[in-house]
Every structure is written in C-alpha cells, then in structure tokens.
C-alpha cells in the first residue's frame, strides 16, 4: 500500500473541499435515485425592496429542508413567519414533497414550529454550552 498523509487543513482550498463532495455526491447517486437538490427561499420586502424577513432551504430526495428563517424584530408576531413556512410547504409539495425538517435552538423558535405541528426528532445538548440544538419534522 501506497504511504498515505493525513492533514488538518484550517484554511482548506475550496478546489480541495468540492473533490470531496463531489466524490461523496457521485456515491450517494450511485446508493439511491439521484440527488436533485432545488433552492428555495422565500422573501419579504418593504416599499424600498429592503429584505426584511426570509426563509432560506432547499428541497432534496422529497423532502424540504428549512435552513434559515428571520423575521426583522419589528415585525415578529405578527404571522410573517407563519406565512413564509406555509408558502415554502406549499412550494415543496409543488416539487413532490411530501416531508420537511429543520433544526433551530433553545433560544430561537422552538415553540413556533411547534405550533405549525413540527415534531422533536432530536436534541443535541449543549449546543452551544447551556444551550439544546432541536431537530424537527413534519409530514407536508
């Protein structure tokens, strides 16, 4: 066998990175049915084209994947959010969804998925220290 060399790249070259994806990628489709993976974000704006709440995912194997989701803190409880999830749902279903996960953390918006029927899937303690990282799901 051929000596091999580990390293530990801090700052990896991003040719370096996408090898390893790519080689992982050309795996996983060679495992299960091709992995079409589609963006999704779904924007508020006001009357000067400020952004001013997002949602930021993807949708991927039939199933969509929330990554982020922000509302500006003036506008919060007031259904904005509510609206973007229903809106993403709607549009991975459209995409032949029919699940949808995300991840948040105790001090954003456990609750909130909750009510729109998300459910615990896991929980990463001390994520960070003091803190749980909440992992959901649901069926769309």
């Known amino acids: 066998m051929a000596k091999l060399t580990i390293t530990i790249e801090d700052n990896p070259d991003p040719e370096e990175i996408r090898t390893v994806i790519s080689q992982l990628v050309q795996y996983n489709n060679s495992q299960a049915e091709k992995d079409i993976y589609q963006p999704l974000a779904i924007l508020i704006r006001d009357t000067n084209s400020t952004?001013?709440?997002?949602?930021?995912?993807?949708?991927?194997?039939?199933?969509?994947?929330?990554?982020?989701?922000?509302?500006?803190?003036?506008?919060?409880?007031?259904?904005?959010?509510?609206?973007?999830?229903?809106?993403?749902?709607?549009?991975a279903k459209q995409r032949g969804c029919c699940q949808a996960y995300l991840d948040t953390f105790s001090f954003q918006a456990l609750g909130f998925y909750e009510r729109l029927d998300y459910q615990i899937f896991g929980v990463l303690e001390d994520f960070p220290l003091g803190h749980k990282r909440y992992f959901l799901q649901k069926s769309i």
């Open 51 to 91: 952004i001013v709440a997002g949602l930021v995912g993807k949708t991927q194997w039939g199933w969509l994947f929330i990554s982020h989701l922000w509302v500006t803190e003036g506008l919060r409880g007031q259904g904005y959010g509510s609206q973007m999830m229903l809106k993403a749902e709607e549009a």
